[in-house]
């Protein structure tokens, strides 16, 4: 769908996704390892230690979005500059083009940190189903009706790519946040549930 605006768009929009691995990446990684954290504490019924882990994951994961927001956009220009060097040869035009892409995309780093604290957790608790609706909504539902609509209904150019990668990314963060309040509320009922068990019996 890229390709309607011209092979360089496609282009540009691979190298602003690359730009947003230097701090989704992170995101990423962490996703893995505390899943599998997640998952070892709940299976020896440690439930009050996996939401520590999700609350202090999902601290770890905004800290590091809200970081990389603030350095990639310090920095944007001078990375686009550095993408769009090939050998002895400039292209300012796929230059400012990186920009105007990722000048949007950039905006959902803090809500990504969200959804993917998120699927940490679901992963952990065996949430699969879960895990593969919030994926599939995440292209789907926010990315490929959002794109469409702005190529048919609007005269936005390549910034249209941009603001259709921010605006899955918010919604994927918006999305997560509203599938994980009711597994909150189950893990609160087997804490207390827990701590209930483990009281002696009154005489």
Same mark, same amino acid.
């Given at each position: 769908m890229s390709g309607m605006y011209g092979a360089l768009t496609v282009g540009a929009l691979g190298v602003s996704n690359n730009i947003g691995g /230097? =701090? =989704?990446?992170?995101?990423?990684?962490?996703?893995?390892?505390?899943? #599998? /954290?997640? $998952? !070892?504490?709940r299976g020896a019924g440690n439930y009050r230690r996996t939401l520590q882990l999700y609350l202090w994951l999902l601290v770890?994961?905004?800290?590091?979005? @809200? /970081?990389?927001?603030?350095?990639?956009? #310090?920095?944007l220009p001078w990375l686009a500059a550095v993408f769009a060097q090939s050998k002895n040869?400039?292209?300012?035009?796929? +230059?400012? *083009?990186? @920009?105007?892409i990722h000048r949007w995309e950039m905006l959902g780093y803090i809500t990504l940190g969200i959804n993917s604290a998120t699927l940490? /957790?679901?992963?952990?608790y065996g949430y699969t189903k879960l895990t593969l609706l919030l994926n599939v909504a995440r292209v789907f539902l926010f990315r490929v009706p959002v794109l469409w609509y702005l190529q048919r209904f609007t005269e936005l150019g390549t910034e249209a790519v941009g603001?259709? *990668? *921010?605006? $899955?990314?918010i919604c #994927?963060? @918006?999305?997560?946040? #509203?599938?994980?309040?009711?597994?909150?509320?189950?893990?609160? &009922?087997k804490i207390? !549930?827990?701590? =209930? +068990?483990? &009281?002696?019996l009154d005489k």
């Open positions: /230097l =701090t =989704t990446s992170w995101h990423s990684g962490m996703l893995d390892g505390a899943s #599998a /954290l997640i $998952s !070892q504490n770890v994961d905004e800290m590091i979005g @809200v /970081l990389g927001l603030v350095l990639v956009w #310090a920095g040869n400039f292209d300012p035009a796929f +230059c400012e *083009m990186i @920009v105007s940490a /957790l679901l992963l952990g603001i259709t *990668m *921010m605006v $899955s990314n #994927a963060g @918006v999305s997560a946040i #509203a599938v994980v309040i009711p597994v909150l509320v189950r893990i609160r &009922k207390r !549930q827990e701590e =209930t +068990c483990g &009281k002696p």
